[in-house]
Each structure stands twice: as C-alpha cells, then as structure tokens.
C-alpha cells in the first residue's frame, strides 16, 4: 500500500536512529517521521511507544536532544517520532504564527476551512501512522503506548482516553492538559475546529473533558511538570485541572512536580527514563 | 578581572546548564561558552573537564546532543564547552568555506594575516579560558582534562601533548589525528600558520608530532573511532598515524573501532559515558 523512504540512519547505543519520508493520505503531503530500532528488533518484534513532540518542533528535536535512544535500547523497544504538522502546503496563514499551522497541528482533525482537507494530525498519528509502522517495521501491534510533551503532551492524553485500549499506557511532560480553557488551546481549537469553549467538538480533544468521561480500561497515566516551567505560570498547562478530574475518575494520575525545572529538552532528558520504564512496566505485562 | 554573563541557565540531571558570554582578550570578540555545574558543586569543588567541538559546532551542539550532563552529574564534575572560533568579526573570507574561519579555529595560534590577530584559539582554549573558569567557578584547578570531536579532538590531544601535566587525561572522538597530512588540517595549517608540511610551526601543532617529542608525565589517552565513519574513509582523521607514533613512547593510547557507528552526535552520545568515566579515573586518582 504505502512507500517508506529512508533519509537518514545513524547507530546508537547499539540500535539505528533512521528518519523516513512518506506521502501521507490524511494529511496530503509528505511527511517525516523517526524510528528508533533497539538492537532486540534484530531477533524478533517488540513493543512500540509513540512520542507526539511540541509547538515548532519536528521529528528531529526528540531525536536529536531527548537521549530516549539508551533506554529504549536498554529496554527493547521501538520509537517512533511524527512530526507536528502537515508541511509544505500552500494553506494562507499556515506561517503566521509559531502556534498555529505550520508546527502547531495540536492533534486534532480539523473541521474549518482552509484547514480540513490537510490538518488531520488526530486520525494521522493514531490510525494512519500506527498501521504504516505495524506495517514496515517488527512491532507487536497489541503493545503499543504513547508520550508526548507539552502540545505533543495534549496529544498523547487524548489518543489514550478518545481509544480506550489501543493504547498500555500514556505519559507526558508538561502536557497542556485542558485545552479548552488556556489562550494556546483555544487560539487553536477556535482555528481548526470553529466554535467556543464548550462546544461538543472541543470537548472531543480535551484531556480533562475526556477524563470525566472515560470508561475504558484502567489507565495509569505519568506526568511530570517543572515547578518553574514559564507556561506553568501562565496558565497554559493547567495539570492541575486534569488532577481533580481524574479524582473523580479510575484513572490513576500520577503527577510529579519537578522542583527547578523548566519546559525545555533539559528537563525531558532528566526524566525520559523514568517514563520509558514506566511504558515499559504496561507494554511488557 | 573579568566580567562574564548568563544567557541561559537550565535545570538537568540535578544540575545546571549555563551558557555565558565574556569579552575574550585573546580573541578581541565576544564570545559564548558552556558550563554544566554538576549538583556536587552546592557542597564544595570539583574537578572540570573541557569539551572542544567540531567543525561548524558552537557551544549548543554538545550541550544539547551528547547527554553528557549525566554522567557529569554521576560522577560529580564541571564540563565546559568553548566555541570552535572568533565570532562576529569582520575578515575577508571567514565566511568563505564551512573548514575555514567562522566555526573552524582549528585551535592554533594563527601567525599569517589577516587571522594572526584574532584567531589565536590554542591560547583562548588553553590558557584564558581555563583562568576564567577557575576564578569564576567552584573548580579544583590542579584536576583538569580535556576531551573533543573531530577537530576538536585534534584540540583536546594537542593541548595535552603540548602542556605535559597540565590536563590529567585526554580523549577523544574521531579526532583529526595527524592534521598536516589530511585535506581539513593542510588548509587550516597554511590558512592561519603559512607554510608547508615538514614546517616546524605545522609541527608544533600535529598529534602525530606532538606524541612523538612528548616527555612529560604518563598519559593515557582513550580515543572512540566509528567504523562507518565517513571521514574515516576518506583519510581526514589517520588515527593509525598515532597508534604508530604512541607505539614508539611511553604514551598508552587506547583506540577503539566502534562497529558501524559515524561521525555523528549519536556516535559521541552513545559512549560519552565511558570517556566520562575515564577522565573520573584520573581526575579523582
């Protein structure tokens, strides 16, 4: 069905970081995308975890910074690495803003022109990506999970609670975690989706609305926030409304205030490994 | 004596990643460097390793791909990290080619016009900088070392060889070994020193000649070498031409074929643990 092409393959840790290119059906455009292939994908298939990345950045930034390669080789299991939007369209406006269009498709499948025909990156990242990768590469389909930071944080909260099942586990980093009611989230569900805070359609792509209505299987979901993480501060990230939800709930969120940290890569590669090991605890039970 | 500001300060691994700017006498510029202050350092002094980069490198790229802070944070030592070359000045041609002038010193003091005045980046590495960070930061100054990549590891080895005692170990990465007998070395050597191969000023600044005349204190030197290397293959680096040359002295060198790994970050990030550890050794020895 579907041609790969590699761009880039470099060894790590004893695995290949390799970077692909592929037309993308959901988006119509070309795409980019990371794997990370442990040295066990030499004997056999594996578990693999999705990492959904942030506002302006590419496949590359996790790849390049995160330091997620050891632990994943340690562990046995593939990453795989999206991008964050459909690139190289001719969309008016995809470019004026670093937090919305180009780098900022904030995981949801857009209903508002001019946006609809190519801003798809909900149905892309959990239904046409997965199927490619289970396709192409030594997976076991049934033991996947997903992570993501901050906007890719977002997108990882609401592909495991919209799929009860599809997904072991979920952890993020300084998700934002209610949309609906911070100046990003609505800047971009206002843009792809119409509506106001409120709306059914906003509703369907925010974690705490989400939560509050979850009735899959049990959930254990990571989070860890640096205490002096600036879109803390400004209300962008809002954990705390997505901890009262899920006391409600039988979800099990575990959020972990780091003392001193901020919203960068830093803080990310501090801690990767504990949410490799905290996948992995859910994808090898 | 010297002033130096913060431009960035980011938690990791317990410890922080700072990145500075001072006025350089030695290079008449303004120029940006790296400190990872290991969290040890809240409670007393510590040793301090220098990285020196590659070609084309600033600052940012080892502070933000090797996943270095790490094992600094392990083992409790300062990593500083300089950048490869005079900024911001006005030379006709330093902008010309991408292994000459901006991002490429080549860590010599250059003695040919119109460089000899600013590019005098053996002095800046070896002497100003290691001054300021002593003065500036909970250094224990009589446990140094250093370490680099690629053209940086040409720096790193040099300035052990060249100042017998003052570094307690030195390592490398694919280091350009033997740079009067490579393409990236001749250019660089008669760009900023004149003159030919066979020149005691070429001399003065080659591995391979350096190890040859050493006769200061035992010195081990671990050097990782990527197999799959691409300037490996095309005799920019001729690390046999120092395995040779240290066969004959008292010098034990450790060269390592890394199976299929490149000249990439992934390869320095896969085993910058192992020279972290080896440098510990000596410096805590």
Redesign the interface.
Known sequence: MSEITEISS?????GW?KIYTHNSSELKCKMNFGVFLPPQTEEGSVPVIYWLSGLTCTEANFI??S?A??YAAEQGVIIVVPDTSPRGLNIPGQEDSWDFGTGAGFYVDATMDPWKNNYRMYSYVTKELPALINEKFPTIPERQSIMGHSMGGHGALIAALKSPGQYRTVSAFAPISNPSKCPWGQKAFSGYLGGTHGDIAWKEYDAVELTKKYNGPPLEILIDQ?T?DIFLKQSQLLPENLLAAAKETELRLILRLQE???H????I??FIEDHIKHHVKHLKS
Chains 1, 2 share one sequence.
């Open positions: 470099n060894k790590i840790f004893g970081q390049q910074k330091g390669q050891k640096g002096e001193g940290y901020d960068s890569y830093f803080f590669a501090t």
